[in-house]
T-cell receptor, first 113, second 113 residues
Framework: KAGVTQTPRYLIKTRGQQVTLSCSPI?????VSWYQQTPGQGLQFLFEYFSETQRNKGNFPGRFSGRQFSNSRSEMNVSTLELGDSALYLC????????????FGSGTRLTVV | KNQVEQSPQSLIILEGKNCTLQCNYTVSPFSNLRWYKQDTGRGPVSLTI?????NTKSNGRYTATLDADTKQSSLHITASQLSDSASYIC????????????FGPGTRLSVLP
């Protein structure tokens, strides 16, 4: 059974650019959530999608957005990148209806220069 | 304010020794508590999930305890191995549905030969 797949694994972008990260959940999982992890702030919740609808949202600016497709795959977009956006972005999937637990992907390491 | 604190911040032990990591939380209402292991540059991997009524749960050499009255949890690692070197993150959920997680800052464990 394939796990949660995130692409790309590494990304280097210039300040002011935008970036799109992709997450393919475990087959059958309908919930996909996104997190930002930095050494200073630890893990922080960005947003969660369930059946193509954003179900929860963390406290991040509007530059951070996401969407989920009918096959449950999800994308996260960050516009007008700032140096402080450099982080490990993690995606997690779950069946979605009851809090069974979330399986994380390996993450995308974004570096903004 | 919902918070999760972990101690110690970092820990160094010799291979074969046991250790205990602590997690204190003030999250309310309480749904469940999880311990995750995160290797450097990788996504977190779930070790245990404990609900209100569970006091102890084991996963191989990992044993988690929960005292819902004092709002404390511990993760005990027995006969440590070099591969146990990682960050251990305590996560408390405040609901059964959707995302309402509070993450601890993690404990960085280093196991030396």
């Amino acid at each position: 059974k394939a796990g949660v797949t995130q692409t790309p694994r590494y990304l280097i972008k210039t300040r002011g650019q935008q970036v799109t990260l992709s997450c393919s959940p475990i087959s059958g999982h309908r919930s996909v959530s996104w997190y930002q992890q930095t050494p200073g702030q630890g893990l922080q919740f960005l947003f969660e999608y369930f059946s193509e609808t954003q179900r929860n949202k963390g406290n991040f600016p509007g530059r951070f957005s996401g969407r989920q497709f009918s096959n449950s795959r999800s994308e996260m977009n960050v516009s007008t990148l700032e140096l402080g956006d450099s982080a490990l972005y993690l995606c997690a999937s779950s069946p979605g209806q009851v809090d069974y637990g979330y399986t994380f992907g390996s993450g995308t390491r974004l570096t903004v220069v | 304010k919902n918070q999760v604190e972990q101690s110690p911040q970092s820990l160094i032990i010799l291979e074969g020794k046991n250790c205990t990591l602590q997690c204190n939380y003030t999250v309310s209402p309480f749904s469940n508590l999880r311990w995750y292991k995160q290797d450097t540059g990788r996504g977190p991997v779930s070790l245990t999930i404990m609900t209100f009524s569970e006091n102890t749960k084991s996963n191989g050499r990992y044993t988690a305890t929960l005292d819902a009255d004092t709002k404390q949890s511990s993760l005990h690692i027995t006969a440590s191995q070099l591969s146990d070197s990682a960050s251990y993150i305590c996560v408390v959920s405040a609901s059964n549905y959707g995302q309402n997680f509070v993450f601890g800052p993690g404990t960085r464990l280093s196991v030396l030969p």
